[in-house]
């Protein structure tokens, strides 16, 4: 589902960054495990580098979900920090916390790796009525900045590549 960046440029005004504690990590309602079918949907996307070349597809488990969202707020926050200094807005926008997003998980073969990649965005509440299904189908978003990312995270050596936000507001 494609939606507008003037939804996205709402939404994230309507955000601001919350201090410590259980904003700092993901919650565990808002992350799912996207089956295969949806592979070419979360492959295509608009406004950030799309994962592949895709060898094929696998079905990561909890247990490695669980240990790539220990793993990510620091990756988010770096990425953050950096993308807020590089665009100059860090005074005038605040992005939520790692609570906020919600989160497809994908597993690709890529380069002869299994990769997780995780398709992650910020829905508001209002919003969120309007999905079709996040659980199952892919949500592409174009545009909206760090309202919305993707990464690659390589379950075999625990790290991250790939890191990139949505084009620019």
């Given at each position: 589902?494609?939606?507008?960046?003037?939804?996205?440029?709402?939404?994230?005004?309507?955000?601001?960054?919350?201090?410590?504690?259980?904003?700092?990590?993901?919650?565990?309602?808002?992350?799912?495990?996207?089956?295969?079918?949806?592979?070419?949907?979360?492959?295509?996307?608009c406004?950030?580098?799309?994962?592949?070349?895709?060898?094929?597809?696998?079905?990561?488990?909890?247990?490695?979900?669980?240990?790539?969202?220990?793993?990510?707020?620091?990756?988010?926050?770096?990425?953050?920090?950096?993308y807020?200094?590089?665009?100059?807005?860090g005074?005038?926008?605040?992005?939520?916390?790692?609570?906020?997003?919600?989160?497809?998980?994908?597993?690709?073969r890529?380069?002869?790796?299994?990769?997780?990649y995780?398709?992650a965005?910020?829905?508001?509440?209002?919003?969120?009525?309007?999905?079709?299904?996040?659980?199952?189908?892919?949500?592409?978003?174009?545009?909206?900045?760090?309202?919305?990312?993707?990464?690659?995270?390589?379950?075999?050596?625990?790290?991250f590549?790939?890191?990139?936000?949505?084009?620019?507001l």
């Amino acid at each position: 589902m494609k939606r507008a960046a003037a939804v996205l440029i709402v939404a994230m005004l309507s955000f601001s960054r919350a201090g410590a504690g259980g904003d700092d990590v993901f919650s565990p309602d808002k992350g799912t495990i996207l089956p295969a079918s949806e592979s070419k949907a979360v492959a295509h996307q608009c406004s950030r580098r799309s994962p592949g070349p895709i060898e094929g597809t696998w079905q990561p488990t909890a247990a490695q979900i669980k240990d790539l969202e220990a793993r990510l707020p620091d990756v988010l926050h770096r990425n953050l920090k950096n993308y807020q200094s590089s665009t100059h807005i860090g005074s005038r926008y605040h992005y939520s916390p790692p609570s906020r997003y919600y989160r497809q998980y994908i597993g690709f073969r890529i380069g002869g790796r299994k990769l997780i990649y995780v398709n992650a965005l910020m829905i508001s509440d209002e919003e969120l009525p309007y999905l079709n299904d996040w659980r199952t189908k892919a949500e592409i978003v174009c545009d909206g900045g760090a309202m919305a990312f993707g990464v690659e995270y390589d379950p075999a050596t625990k790290t991250f590549q790939n890191f990139a936000f949505n084009g620019a507001l």
